[in-house]
């Protein structure tokens, strides 16, 4: 027990340390490189407080998570529901398993040009497509969840006679969380690269649309700062809510049967 609690504490310096270690090997390269194009990370830092203070970096940050946010939640409405019927149902998964198929497969790009012709260089043109691009990754996952049921549990809640709202509350939903937190973990890593890319497309403000416009003057200084701004967001949601979550789920699966 002492063993495990000192390598949980090692491997809790090395994460702390990579980070670290990744800005120090930045600014190495960046002064071996010594170029406008490769600012070093305290030119990018300080540019971002700039950006913060003086021009509109919280706002364009917080449109983009804001259409992360309700594109994610949606989707994984959607996803679950789908995914639960697909699984649940033989019927229902040879009837639409192309649809997912095809769903996972349609260029992200092609989707949001085609919302923004139908709908116009809209909030909900945007969401939209990034909803029909995350939603079939989430109900493949769920699916394969639902496919994975012991059904020695659902036996056993049948025997005892089990409310159902309850057998689905202490038997399935434990069951299948480990694979909808892997969907949420997947789908929050690609509805921020398809919100930017969406919002680079076309959109009135947000993330995407700012580093658009640095490109476009080669301005990398502002492209790391709002990538930065953005990724301190996404590190700090999934060490703050992601992991704590997965620490939950750990103790939500129900106990294994001894055979």
Not at 78 to 93: C, E, L, P, Q, S
Request: charged share 20%.
């Amino acid at each position: 027990m002492a063993e495990r609690g000192r390598n949980a504490g090692g491997g809790r310096w090395l994460e702390w340390l990579s980070l670290p270690l990744l800005l120090v090997l930045w600014h190495l390269l960046s002064l071996l490189v010594d170029h406008r194009l490769f600012p070093t990370p305290i030119a990018v830092f300080a540019e971002m407080w700039d950006l913060l203070v003086n021009r509109r970096l919280a706002e364009d940050v917080g449109k983009t998570l804001t259409r992360a946010a309700i594109a994610f939640v949606l989707s994984m409405i959607v996803g679950i529901a789908v995914g639960a019927a697909i699984g649940r149902f033989r019927a229902a998964d040879r009837l639409f398993g192309s649809w997912v198929l095809i769903g996972l497969n349609i260029p992200a790009i092609v989707v949001a040009i085609a919302c923004y012709i139908w709908m116009g260089l809209t909030e909900a043109a945007l969401i939209l497509a990034v909803c029909i691009n995350k939603t079939p990754l989430v109900a493949v996952t769920v699916r394969e969840g639902v496919r994975a049921l012991d059904a020695g549990y659902a036996e056993l809640g049948r025997v005892y006679r089990v409310p159902f709202l309850r057998r689905i509350r202490r038997i399935v939903v434990p069951q299948l969380m480990p694979y909808v937190l892997a969907a949420a973990r997947t789908g929050l890593s690609l509805i921020w690269k398809i919100v930017l890319v969406f919002e680079v497309l076309g959109s009135d403000g947000g993330v995407g649309f700012r580093i658009g416009i640095f490109f476009q003057n080669f301005d990398m200084k502002g492209i790391l700062a709002y990538t930065l701004a953005f990724m301190s967001i996404v590190i700090a949601l999934e060490y703050l809510v992601m992991r704590r979550l997965d620490q939950r789920v750990l103790g939500w699966r129900p106990v294994q049967r001894t055979p």
